[in-house]
């Protein structure tokens, strides 16, 4: 067997395990749990050989995915709590007369 195809199989074997953690104990759905990884940037870097991340165990990968997803989750709910704020900036200034024929307003004066 070639370098190869080792490095190849060992990628998959891990991917496999990864979504099988997924699956298991994220209670994901399979299809889920296989396009979660796949995105992922952590199944990115377990790709390219010069990372060494295939060489690790499917656990640690998993660690790694684990922790790409919470700082995603944060960083959109921060883009989440940044756009309500605007909105919420929107509204006020809307009802101090500061924005006015903008779409907000048409909305407000419907309430």
């Known amino acids: ?3 190869e195809r080792e490095l190849q199989l060992q990628i998959e074997g891990n991917a496999s395990d990864v979504i099988q953690l997924l699956v298991k104990e994220k209670c994901m759905a399979l299809q889920e749990a296989i396009n979660t990884f796949m995105s992922s940037e952590t199944f990115r870097k377990l ?5 060494g991340l295939y060489y ?3 656990v640690y990968i998993y660690d790694c995915l684990l922790s790409e997803l919470s700082s995603r989750q944060k960083t959109e709910e921060t883009q989440l709590d ?3 704020q605007d909105v919420c900036q929107q ?3 809307s009802k101090e007369g500061k924005i006015q024929g903008s779409p907000l307003d048409e909305f407000l004066e419907e309430l």
């Open 82 to 84: 940044k756009a309500i």
């Open 1 to 3: 067997m070639t370098k």
């Open 47 to 51: 790709e390219l050989p010069e990372t």
């Open 56 to 58: 690790q165990s499917p």
């Open 91 to 93: 509204i006020k200034d």
